[in-house]
């Protein structure tokens, strides 16, 4: 009586057991696939920049003052980093610790903008800028510029790599208001050469 009910009984164990190892096996087929994705996905930097009106009175009636509210940086997928270098538009190079890049990026820019220093000067534009050379698990590099542009009315806060330095070079090829991008466009290409160069 006992054998034929284990004889019974067995087999649906076995089943159950079959199923268990089945799910464990598609778990970690997803689970290292998923893993090997975000590896393969590059890092990126995204920049935000917003600006605030503050109001007064004067002699004459009111006037509006812009300033600069909020800035903030994110480096996606951060995770996938192996080094980081902040150059500055002096070629310096300084290593980042990578958990900490973002606060130092924003502390550079924040000081400088309340300084009112300018790394570049074209008529009443003016620019901050460095450059962020991420180097990827896979010994792949990617260069970005990061810049603040400004008129004293306009405020522009930006990112750029690859093709889109390409635009910033030949997008307005006659307009003066735009000197600055193809000055930082020819820093970054020359920095770009350079690195490949060195295989930094």
């Known amino acids: 009586m006992d054998a034929r ?3 019974e009984v067995l087999p649906i164990i076995i089943s159950c057991f079959a199923l268990a190892v089945s799910g464990i096996a598609l778990y970690v087929n997803y689970y290292f696939n998923h893993k ?3 590896y393969k996905i590059d890092p990126e930097v995204d920049v935000i920049g917003r600006i605030g009106l503050q ?19 994110h480096i996606l997928q951060k995770h996938n980093l192996q080094e980081a270098y902040l150059i500055s538009p002096d070629n310096t190079v300084e290593k980042l610790e990578i958990d900490d890049m973002e606060e130092r990026l924003l502390s550079k ?3 400088e903008l309340k300084m009112n220093k300018a790394d570049l000067v074209f008529g ?5 800028y460095v450059f962020l050379l991420l180097k990827g698990l896979d010994d792949t590099s990617e260069l970005y ?11 522009e806060f930006q990112a750029a790599s690859g093709i889109e330095i390409w635009g910033l070079a030949n997008s307005h090829p006659d307009n003066p208001e735009f000197a ?3 000055a930082m466009a020819v820093q970054y ?5 350079a690195s490949e160069k060195y295989r930094f």
Do not use: R
Request: hydrophobic share 30%; no cysteine; aromatic share 14%.
């Open 5 to 7: 009910i284990v004889i």
């Open 189 to 193: 290409e020359n920095l770009l050469k």
């Open 180 to 182: 600055g991008e193809k």
């Open 109 to 111: 820019f924040s000081q």
């Open 145 to 155: 510029l990061v810049y603040a542009k400004s008129n004293g009315e306009v405020f």
């Open 124 to 128: 009443d534009l003016t620019y901050q």
């Open 55 to 73: 109001g007064s009175q004067n002699g004459t009636g009111y006037s509006e003052e812009s300033f600069l509210e909020d800035m903030q940086i």
């Open 36 to 38: 090997e994705y975000e």
